[in-house]
Protein backbone atom coordinates (compact mmCIF):
# COMPACT_ATOMS: atom_id res chain seq x y z
CA UNK A 1 0.00 0.00 0.00
CA UNK A 2 1.50 3.35 -1.20
CA UNK A 3 1.89 6.40 1.29
CA UNK A 4 -1.28 8.51 1.29
CA UNK A 5 -1.09 12.31 1.19
CA UNK A 6 -3.37 14.94 2.81
CA UNK A 7 -5.59 16.81 0.77
CA UNK A 8 -7.13 20.33 1.07
CA UNK A 9 -10.65 19.61 -1.26
CA UNK A 10 -11.30 23.48 -2.22
CA UNK A 11 -15.05 23.90 -2.95
CA UNK A 12 -15.82 25.19 -6.24
CA UNK A 13 -12.38 24.88 -6.77
CA UNK A 14 -8.98 22.61 -7.58
CA UNK A 15 -7.83 20.50 -5.08
CA UNK A 16 -4.75 20.85 -3.36
CA UNK A 17 -2.10 18.40 -2.59
CA UNK A 18 0.09 18.50 0.56
CA UNK A 19 3.78 18.33 -0.68
CA UNK A 20 4.65 16.61 3.06
CA UNK A 21 1.94 15.30 5.55
CA UNK A 22 1.70 17.14 8.93
CA UNK A 23 2.93 15.73 11.89
CA UNK A 24 0.28 16.61 13.76
CA UNK A 25 -3.03 17.50 13.93
CA UNK A 26 -4.65 19.97 16.53
CA UNK A 27 -8.85 20.04 16.92
CA UNK A 28 -10.15 22.23 19.70
CA UNK A 29 -13.77 22.15 20.80
CA UNK A 30 -14.71 25.04 23.07
CA UNK A 31 -17.96 26.06 25.25
CA UNK A 32 -18.92 29.38 26.96
CA UNK A 33 -19.82 29.98 30.38
CA UNK A 34 -20.58 33.20 32.23
CA UNK A 35 -20.06 33.31 35.92
CA UNK A 36 -23.07 34.70 38.02
CA UNK A 37 -22.74 36.33 41.27
CA UNK A 38 -25.65 35.20 43.70
CA UNK A 39 -26.67 38.15 46.12
CA UNK A 40 -26.34 36.92 49.44
CA UNK A 41 -24.37 33.77 48.29
CA UNK A 42 -20.89 33.06 48.71
CA UNK A 43 -18.75 32.83 45.32
CA UNK A 44 -20.67 32.70 41.86
CA UNK A 45 -22.22 30.09 39.93
CA UNK A 46 -21.26 29.03 36.61
CA UNK A 47 -23.95 29.02 33.35
CA UNK A 48 -23.81 27.51 30.35
CA UNK A 49 -23.94 30.50 27.34
CA UNK A 50 -23.68 28.44 24.18
CA UNK A 51 -21.01 26.22 22.16
CA UNK A 52 -18.62 27.67 19.62
CA UNK A 53 -17.72 26.10 16.20
CA UNK A 54 -14.90 23.58 16.40
CA UNK A 55 -11.38 24.88 15.23
CA UNK A 56 -8.93 22.89 13.25
CA UNK A 57 -5.42 23.77 13.00
CA UNK A 58 -2.25 21.90 11.36
CA UNK A 59 1.16 23.05 9.85
CA UNK A 60 2.42 22.30 6.47
CA UNK A 61 5.70 22.13 4.41
CA UNK A 62 5.95 23.39 1.51
CA UNK A 63 9.83 22.51 -0.13
CA UNK A 64 11.04 23.59 -3.55
CA UNK A 65 14.88 23.34 -2.94
CA UNK A 66 17.27 21.39 -5.59
CA UNK A 67 20.45 20.70 -3.83
CA UNK A 68 24.02 20.72 -5.68
CA UNK A 69 24.56 17.02 -7.27
CA UNK A 70 28.00 15.71 -8.83
CA UNK A 71 26.30 16.52 -11.94
CA UNK A 72 25.41 19.46 -11.32
CA UNK A 73 27.13 21.43 -8.38
CA UNK A 74 25.09 24.76 -8.32
CA UNK A 75 21.99 24.81 -6.43
CA UNK A 76 18.55 25.72 -7.84
CA UNK A 77 15.00 25.48 -7.01
CA UNK A 78 11.74 26.84 -7.72
CA UNK A 79 10.02 30.22 -5.97
CA UNK A 80 7.80 28.26 -3.22
CA UNK A 81 5.37 31.13 -3.12
CA UNK A 82 3.94 29.73 -6.36
CA UNK A 83 2.80 26.99 -4.10
CA UNK A 84 1.77 28.18 -1.13
CA UNK A 85 -0.21 31.12 -2.83
CA UNK A 86 -2.12 28.60 -3.91
CA UNK A 87 -3.27 27.84 -0.11
CA UNK A 88 -3.10 31.64 0.91
CA UNK A 89 -6.06 32.15 -1.40
CA UNK A 90 -8.60 30.28 0.29
CA UNK A 91 -8.93 32.87 3.27
CA UNK A 92 -9.61 35.21 -0.13
CA UNK A 93 -13.71 35.77 -1.22
CA UNK A 94 -14.65 34.04 -4.29
CA UNK A 95 -16.38 35.19 -6.81
CA UNK A 96 -18.72 33.01 -7.85
CA UNK A 97 -19.40 32.00 -4.06
CA UNK A 98 -19.15 35.62 -3.16
CA UNK A 99 -17.17 34.18 0.25
CA UNK A 100 -14.44 32.03 0.97
CA UNK A 101 -14.77 28.44 -0.15
CA UNK A 102 -15.29 25.41 1.87
CA UNK A 103 -12.02 23.70 2.26
CA UNK A 104 -11.96 20.07 3.42
CA UNK A 105 -9.05 18.81 4.85
CA UNK A 106 -8.62 14.72 4.18
CA UNK A 107 -5.92 12.86 5.03
CA UNK A 108 -6.75 8.65 5.69
CA UNK A 109 -9.49 8.56 8.08
CA UNK A 110 -9.35 11.63 9.46
CA UNK A 111 -11.76 14.75 7.62
CA UNK A 112 -12.50 18.38 8.75
CA UNK A 113 -14.66 20.82 7.21
CA UNK A 114 -14.58 24.14 7.48
CA UNK A 115 -13.62 28.06 6.19
CA UNK A 116 -9.69 28.79 6.48
CA UNK A 117 -9.73 31.59 8.77
CA UNK A 118 -6.31 31.90 9.33
CA UNK A 119 -2.65 31.40 7.07
CA UNK A 120 0.44 31.83 8.77
CA UNK A 121 3.46 31.87 6.02
CA UNK A 122 7.56 31.16 7.67
CA UNK A 123 10.21 30.91 5.05
CA UNK A 124 13.10 29.25 6.36
CA UNK A 125 15.31 28.58 3.46
CA UNK A 126 16.43 31.05 0.39
CA UNK A 127 18.85 30.85 -2.51
CA UNK A 128 21.38 33.16 -2.94
CA UNK A 129 19.82 35.21 -4.82
CA UNK A 130 16.95 35.69 -2.19
CA UNK A 131 14.36 33.40 -3.83
CA UNK A 132 12.73 31.69 -1.17
CA UNK A 133 12.31 27.98 -1.45
CA UNK A 134 11.31 26.51 1.80
CA UNK A 135 8.09 27.21 4.06
CA UNK A 136 5.85 26.15 6.68
CA UNK A 137 2.36 27.39 6.94
CA UNK A 138 0.24 27.20 9.76
CA UNK A 139 -3.70 26.86 9.19
CA UNK A 140 -6.05 27.75 11.02
CA UNK A 141 -10.03 26.10 10.19
CA UNK A 142 -13.40 26.97 11.78
CA UNK A 143 -15.96 24.41 11.54
CA UNK A 144 -18.91 25.52 8.93
CA UNK A 145 -21.08 23.81 6.46
CA UNK A 146 -22.74 25.01 3.61
CA UNK A 147 -26.30 24.75 4.41
CA UNK A 148 -25.22 26.79 7.33
CA UNK A 149 -23.87 29.85 5.31
CA UNK A 150 -26.86 29.58 3.42
CA UNK A 151 -29.15 30.30 6.48
CA UNK A 152 -26.36 32.91 7.48
CA UNK A 153 -26.66 36.76 6.43
CA UNK A 154 -26.78 37.50 2.89
CA UNK A 155 -23.56 37.38 1.27
CA UNK A 156 -21.74 40.68 0.53
CA UNK A 157 -20.72 40.31 -2.87
CA UNK A 158 -17.75 41.93 -4.84
CA UNK A 159 -20.02 41.91 -7.84
CA UNK A 160 -22.57 44.83 -6.95
CA UNK A 161 -21.90 48.12 -6.08
CA UNK A 162 -22.14 48.96 -2.89
CA UNK A 163 -22.00 52.63 -0.53
CA UNK A 164 -20.26 53.08 2.56
CA UNK A 165 -19.87 55.81 4.78
CA UNK A 166 -16.00 56.65 5.38
CA UNK A 167 -15.34 56.39 9.22
CA UNK A 168 -12.35 57.50 11.67
CA UNK A 169 -9.55 55.82 11.66
CA UNK A 170 -10.64 53.75 8.16
CA UNK A 171 -8.47 54.63 4.83
CA UNK A 172 -9.40 53.28 1.31
CA UNK A 173 -7.53 50.18 1.45
CA UNK A 174 -9.24 49.11 4.58
CA UNK A 175 -12.61 48.90 2.18
CA UNK A 176 -10.98 47.63 -0.37
CA UNK A 177 -9.26 44.66 1.53
CA UNK A 178 -13.32 43.94 2.70
CA UNK A 179 -14.72 44.17 -0.23
CA UNK A 180 -12.45 42.92 -3.07
CA UNK A 181 -9.70 40.86 -0.71
CA UNK A 182 -6.96 43.13 -1.44
CA UNK A 183 -6.08 46.21 0.14
CA UNK A 184 -4.07 47.12 -3.13
CA UNK A 185 -7.21 47.24 -4.82
CA UNK A 186 -7.93 50.85 -2.96
CA UNK A 187 -7.13 53.05 -6.67
CA UNK A 188 -10.13 51.02 -7.74
CA UNK A 189 -12.38 53.22 -5.01
CA UNK A 190 -9.84 56.67 -5.90
CA UNK A 191 -11.07 56.50 -8.87
CA UNK A 192 -14.52 55.90 -9.12
CA UNK A 193 -14.99 58.44 -6.32
CA UNK A 194 -12.66 61.34 -7.97
CA UNK A 195 -9.80 61.29 -5.24
CA UNK A 196 -6.53 61.71 -6.19
CA UNK A 197 -4.95 61.62 -2.90
CA UNK A 198 -6.26 58.83 -0.55
CA UNK A 199 -4.99 60.22 2.35
CA UNK A 200 -7.32 63.35 1.64
CA UNK A 201 -10.59 62.41 2.26
CA UNK A 202 -13.15 63.47 5.02
CA UNK A 203 -14.76 61.17 7.87
CA UNK A 204 -18.05 60.76 7.26
CA UNK A 205 -17.63 60.89 2.75
CA UNK A 206 -19.99 58.74 1.25
CA UNK A 207 -17.80 56.09 -0.80
CA UNK A 208 -19.16 54.17 -3.92
CA UNK A 209 -17.80 50.97 -3.62
CA UNK A 210 -17.57 49.68 -7.63
CA UNK A 211 -18.82 46.70 -8.77
CA UNK A 212 -15.68 44.45 -9.93
Not at 25 to 35: A, C, K, W
Not at 64 to 76: G, I, K, N, R
Request: net charge negative; aromatic share 8%; with cysteine.
Amino acid sequence: MGLEKAVLEVEGGNDISCQFNPVDLNVSNTVRYSDKVIPGGRGTISQFVSGESPTFTVSLMFDTYFPPSLDDPTEDGMDVTILTDEVVKLTQVDGDLHRPPIVTFVWGSMSFQGIVTEVKQKFSMFLSSGIPVRATLDLTFRSVSEEGLKRGSPPQSPDRTKYRVLKEGEYLWNYASAEYGSPDMWRVIAKENGIMDPLDVEIGQMLRIPAL
